[in-house]
């Protein structure tokens, strides 16, 4: 059969004298004697990836030139149009669903790389001007009917644009859950909640998505070849990546994505995030303290006027949790050294105009940003990055339908670290069906224009005062839930029952030790605002003095406001996890939570069975 692969073959000649583009000259001639459309189309999107590997690893080696950036696109896009004409595809579809909250802004961004990933690489190409391989589900949680009515706009339109989306807001939210009993719901409630209508919303990520696989496990057929993929509303499509750190859709997710299950016996997929930290700041303050003490430090050294020097170039992280206080916690090695800031601006500008643009975001730590530790994409193949993994991305996750029996456990503690916890379960059940691959999303904790998230649960704003002690209250719980479900899947839980004794005890020690670590970090965090604010207001430095700095001096004494307020002495976070009354009251809140959960399962399973027999009858 004949094929029309100009593009590859003109990829080929150009690159004749690398060994391994060699190869693709017999790789493509043998296409022609296989005996079945099928089969041919089951091989090419694996002779288009030897390419598109090279290109990746050219592309990485040249800091992303436009060109080869645009070869690269071209490359799948041939692949695509010739697997249309074979019209054997047999290729995985997705569905993409995005919980969100308040965020109409952060969504279209979102959905806008989603679009101009499909022009890129029109992974399963169109028709009646259709991606017909992909479908969005946009599961609103919000409160205010303004930003449900934008985020339902949003979806309608991306719809027209061609990407096959559907709103399930809480109207339709409430309708899925009215198609279970009263003793059904009420079993769930752990699950999915108990709100009442006139409070639906806010209900948390967790639970949202949770009601989410009901409603997935209704629209999926047992004979569908479909994987659904979650992700978070602050997330693109797209990575930063390179020397000068550009923003590139330098990855095919859904093809990619398609090889790993298809070539893997796998039902859970994770992928990370490039760009802001997946983490709170509420873990994140001491270490961002050294870099902008180390930053102040440096440029006060330094003639205001003078041509800004914070451009080299230095080592980025992208696997190390170095923006974590507490990394050593996950198995990483702890980064005892300040991180050098990289100053943004392109124009001509001066030390001056370096610390302003500096300070103007300070009070985006507080939404999540870290200004110094930014992770970036650093190209691995594929196949080679798989691994086993420990720790679900629940803003970049995705399974097989058999998998949404795993829902995110103990929703309604309204806890952080929910993926990690899921991912300790699927790790001691799944086993290698529970993988990790090297396909980030880009993060982005903040709206570009003002600098600050739309909503953030547990992170209040009044003005400059910001208040995180709700998200750091999540955060500490969460991270005893973490380690207690660690130290029980050791155990065999799940799957064999323990001795609520044994589940107690091993909450009050995981509990004891991290109000140790806790501590801990305060102690650290309280010296280095203090040494912080010495920097910021020493008599002689140059921005006490300076009428173009006011600004800049201003929001450095707010940030370290903030700092006092969240992590000082009499912080109300630290007040509450200090209390001992208090931290009982919560850990008995995770044991009832651990204690239901095969009992909830249980019931979980049987209700997606359930609708999976009243689809088929």
């Known amino acids: 059969m004949k094929l029309e692969t100009s593009l590859l073959s003109a990829f080929i000649n150009q690159f004749s004298d690398h060994h391994e583009v060699v190869k693709l000259s017999k790789q493509l001639a043998q296409l022609s004697h296989l005996p079945s459309k099928q089969r041919i189309s089951d ?28 070869q690269y696109y071209q490359l799948f896009q041939e692949m695509e149009s010739l697997i249309a004409k074979l019209g054997c595809d047999t290729r ?13 802004k952060h969504l279209k961004d979102c959905l806008n790389t989603l679009l101009t990933l499909c022009q890129k690489f029109s992974y399963g190409g169109m028709s009646i001007k259709r991606y017909h391989k992909i479908r969005v589900v ?77 409603k997935l496990n209704e629209l999926l057929s047992e004979s569908e070849k479909t994987l659904i993929w979650f992700l978070d509303s602050d997330q693109e499509f797209r990575v930063n990546c390179g020397e000068s750190n550009k923003v590139v859709y330098a990855i095919n997710y859904f093809h990619q994505i398609n090889r790993i299950f298809n070539k893997k016996n796998t039902r859970v997929l994770t992928g990370k995030v490039v760009g802001d930290p997946p983490v709170s700041p509420a873990v994140m303050s001491a270490n961002f303290l050294d870099d902008l003490i180390g930053f102040l430090s440096s440029i006060s050294q330094l003639d205001p006027h003078q041509s800004c020097q914070f451009h080299k170039r230095t080592k980025r992280y992208s696997d190390d949790a170095a923006y974590h206080d507490m990394a050593y916690l996950f198995g990483f090695k702890p980064h005892h050294q300040a991180f050098y800031y990289q100053c943004p601006l392109s124009a001509p500008h001066d030390h001056t105009q370096c610390l302003v643009e500096f300070t103007d975001k300070l009070h985006a730590f507080f939404d999540g940003e870290h200004s110094t530790r930014k992770t ?75 600098g600050t998230a739309e909503f953030r649960s547990g992170v209040d704003h009044n003005n400059r005062q910001i208040d995180l002690s709700g998200e750091f209250e999540r955060q500490f719980f969460g991270d005893i839930m973490l380690f207690t479900i660690q130290e029980l899947t050791k155990l065999g839980y799940p799957i064999t029952p323990l001795s609520h004794d044994l589940i107690q005890q091993t909450i009050s020690q995981v509990a004891t030790s991290m109000l140790n670590t806790y501590q801990s970090v305060q102690k650290q965090t309280i010296l280095k605002i203090n040494t912080l604010s010495k920097v910021v207001n020493k008599d002689g430095h140059w921005w006490q003095n300076n009428a173009h700095s006011t600004q800049a001096l201003t ?6 406001d903030n700092m006092h307020n969240n992590f000082g002495q009499h912080a109300i976070a630290y007040r509450r996890i200090n209390t001992a009354s208090y931290r009982a009251n919560r850990c008995q ?27 088929c009858t």
Request: aromatic share 12%; net charge negative.
């Open 43 to 70: 091989k090419l999107p694996d002779i288009y990836e030897t390419a598109a590997t090279f290109l990746q690893q050219e592309m990485q080696r040249s800091d992303f030139p436009d060109e080869l950036q645009e």
């Open 92 to 104: 995985y579809k997705f569905i993409i669903v995005i919980p969100i909250a308040d965020r109409p």
């Open 138 to 214: 946009i599961a609103d949680d919000s409160k205010y009917t303004t930003n449900q009515q934008q985020i339902a706009n949003t979806t309608q339109h991306f719809d027209q644009l061609g990407l096959t989306s559907l709103y399930f807001g809480p109207i339709e939210q409430l309708q899925q859950l009215n198609q279970l009993k009263d003793d059904e719901r009420n079993a769930l409630a752990h699950i999915i909640g108990s709100h009442a209508v006139t409070s639906f919303y806010h209900k948390g990520a967790s639970i949202t998505r949770n009601i989410s696989y009901l």
């Open 376 to 450: 970036q994409y650093t190209y691995q193949p594929i196949d080679a990055s798989i691994k086993p993994a420990r720790t679900v991305y629940t803003g970049n996750y995705i399974l097989t339908k058999e998998s949404l029996s795993y829902f995110i456990p103990f929703a309604t503690l309204g806890l952080r670290m929910a993926g990690p916890v899921l991912g300790r379960i699927l790790q001691s059940e799944l086993g290698e069906a529970f993988v990790s691959a090297n396909l980030p999303l880009r993060h982005k904790r903040t709206l570009q224009k003002c």
């Open 555 to 560: 929001h450095l004494n707010q940030f370290l």
């Open 589 to 615: 809140e995770i044991f009832n939570a651990i204690i239901s959960y095969g009992e909830e399962r249980a019931y979980w399973l049987e209700i997606l069975n359930k609708n999976n027999e009243h689809l």
